[in-house]
């Protein structure tokens, strides 16, 4: 859903730039030889993974699935989804967008190595392209840097991150 007449949109409408706290999710589609999608976004022309805020009446796993469609093209089964990583760190998760308004991102990162389609860019994204986890395309996102570094955490030892 573009952001004008998102749950968030209608939010901002009464609050203006103000901070809001905001559940979300983050997908990490990973193919078989390791490497991870990456999207260029349309607001601020860095990359980062897939993700987004909630609606209405969604839930985590939901909220990854759309946001993968939305921006990537791919459709994903939610039962797919491999929950790997919670990030909620206010200094690594307030964002401060180019309009000026400010949110507290709370969310899920979920791994996704099965989907359906093909990566091309969505209403959010200029560009998407796989590549090294380890070395993601520049500039990339800071937020988004801290999430891949628990994903890449998860990797080496299998459990849960949180940060």
């Not at 349309?42 to 993968?68: I, Q």
């Not at 690594?92 to 899920?108: G, I």
């Not at 990339?140 to 030892?157: H, N």
């Amino acid at each position: 859903m573009p952001f004008e007449g998102s749950y968030l949109w209608r939010v901002r409408q009464k609050v203006g730039h103000d901070l809001v706290l905001v559940p979300g999710a983050a997908v990490v589609a990973q193919r078989e030889d390791g490497k991870v999608l990456f999207i260029r976004r349309s607001d601020n022309g860095v990359w980062a993974l897939p993700g987004g805020a909630a609606e209405e009446g969604g839930s985590f796993a939901r909220t990854a699935v759309d946001e993968l469609r939305e921006e990537t093209g791919l459709v994903a089964d939610p039962a797919d989804l491999i929950p790997a990583a919670c990030f909620s760190d206010a200094a690594h998760h307030t964002l401060h967008y180019p309009n000026e308004d400010v949110a507290h991102f709370f969310s899920l990162c979920f791994l996704v190595r099965r989907w359906q389609g093909e990566p091309g860019p969505g209403d959010e994204t200029l560009e998407v392209r796989f590549g090294d986890p380890a070395d993601p395309p520049q500039p990339f996102e800071g937020s988004t840097a801290r999430v891949l570094e628990l994903f890449l955490a998860y990797l080496c030892d299998g459990t849960f991150q949180v940060g």
